[in-house]
């Protein structure tokens, strides 16, 4: 293994990939669906929604450490990816597992993308 860097950059020591991209056509609005697991290495995550309605995403867990579980009457803790292209970027401390939850309907899409970099 290598360790590159050059002056002023970040030296990274990992095995660190980039992106990593996860499909889904199954988001509802009966139950949160996981759709990025834990990843200590985690530097940035992105969702993007290209379906017809919104969908609510959330970490698995509050600042506190409790357990978070979004409902679409009790959105608190979750954000919204508007339908038609909608995305959300989060980057610094993401590394817990993530959800999402469509505002109506069943067989929703969503596409996440994972990055260690």
């Known amino acids: 293994m290598s360790i590159i860097s ?19 056509n199954n988001i509802n609005t009966s139950s949160n669906t996981t759709v990025a ?4 290495s985690r530097r940035r995550i992105t969702f993007h929604n ?17 357990v978070l579980t979004p409902t679409t009457s009790a959105l608190g803790g979750s954000f919204r990816v508007f ?3 909608g995305a959300l970027t989060v980057e610094g401390e993401c590394q817990t597992p993530w ?5 109506s309907g069943s067989t929703k899409p969503l596409t996440v993308m994972d990055s260690n970099i």
């Open 6 to 24: 050059f002056v002023g950059g970040a030296a990274v020591f990992s095995s660190a990939s980039g992106g990593k991209v996860y499909a889904f």
């Open 37 to 40: 697991p834990a990843n200590p």
């Open 50 to 66: 290209p379906g017809d309605v919104d969908i609510f995403i959330s970490p698995t867990l509050t600042a506190a450490g409790a």
């Open 83 to 85: 339908a038609n292209g």
């Open 99 to 103: 959800q999402a939850l469509a505002a």
